[in-house]
């Protein structure tokens, strides 16, 4: 299908896109393990031994419990010792619903993550995919490429966004084109805060997206325009400070964000979402907050 990555190739692609069924499950990690032990993001500057683990345990229960309110299966596991950032799991694969020979699979590509400190968690995630009879794919080991984190499907159409500068390779997002025959737009990401697509862009339906214009460069926020009827922005200081963009939107109606968003929440809900708010603030210390959290499957 190809990747985009100019407005003039975005206007040429094809937009009949085909269904991507709604994903029912949530794999999530429990903050047993959690903490900040080193630095490999912003975020991270400064917050070396300042995680409160019962409030981290608080606050995660207080999401997990969301998702089980709106319906959605929550699969859990521990994650492992000497593994701090597990809890993101949104990082470590792009899950996807295709088909093989008529028949409907589960896939995943699995993530070749950008720093060294996160390498080894990949494999527990991939014993678990596995289990739940995905078909594994895996990158060449000199491409980098950390999952949701910077790579989003366009709400429920195989249509991809695919993020670049950081964390992932944009080649990347060749092979995952070419094996899942899915079109992807990729977009250049500046800010070192903004350091995963993720955390400055949530697709929170067909039409409409979360965006902080400042992580990406004047044709990316271009392409965002010329793709979404709606684009509301988010202010810099709750984009940055807030991690307000790290939303999740998993149904098309219910918004979940950092509480204290209080800008962005007026302009979701004069859009029509309904706002639900979640404290993160000690994930946060790790670069992540609500969509980081979770990973979304089949």
């Known amino acids: 299908m190809g990747v985009f990555s100019t407005v003039r190739s975005v206007a040429q692609m094809a937009k009949n896109f085909a269904v991507l069924p709604r994903a029912t499950k949530l794999l999530v990690v429990n903050p047993k393990h959690f903490d900040v032990k080193y630095v490999i993001n912003p975020h991270m ?3 070396i031994g ?11 229960r207080d999401l997990k419990g969301i998702y089980e309110k709106l319906g959605f299966d929550v ?4 994650g ?8 993101y799991s949104a990082n470590h694969g792009l899950s996807f619903r295709g088909a093989d020979e008529g028949k409907s699979v589960k896939e995943v590509f699995m993530s070749n993550m950008g720093t060294e400190q996160r390498r080894g968690e990949v494999p527990f995630f991939e014993e678990w995919y596995k289990k739940q ?7 060449p080991n000199d491409l980098k490429f950390e999952g949701m984190g910077d790579a989003l499907w366009h709400g429920s159409r195989k249509l991809l966004w695919g993020g ?20 992807i737009i990729t977009l250049e990401l500046l800010d070192p805060d903004f350091y995963h697509i993720d955390t400055c862009l949530s697709i929170l339906d067909n039409d409409t997206a979360l965006v902080f214009p400042g992580a990406f460069t004047v044709e990316g926020n271009e392409i965002i325009r010329s793709v979404f009827s709606k684009v509301i922005e988010a202010p810099e200081q709750e984009a940055r400070r807030n991690m307000a963009c790290n939303a999740f939107c998993p149904d098309e109606k219910n918004v979940i964000i950092q509480a204290g968003s ?8 004069k859009a029509g979402f309904t706002v639900v708010p979640v404290d993160t603030t000690e994930f946060m210390k790790g670069g992540g ?10």
Request: aromatic share 16%; charged share 25%.
């Open 164 to 183: 670049h500068g950081f964390r992932s390779s944009p080649k990347t997002y060749e092979i995952i084109s070419n094996a899942w025959n899915v079109p």
């Open 289 to 298: 907050s609500v969509f980081c959290m979770k990973m979304f499957t089949w």
């Open 262 to 269: 209080e800008v962005t929440n007026e302009r979701l809900e």
């Open 75 to 78: 699969y859990e596991f521990d």
């Open 133 to 139: 009879g995905y078909k594994i794919h895996h990158l």
């Open 80 to 87: 492992a010792q000497g593994f701090p950032d597990m809890v």
């Open 50 to 60: 300042t995680v409160d683990f019962a409030k981290a345990a608080a606050q995660w």
């Open 45 to 47: 500057e400064g917050k």
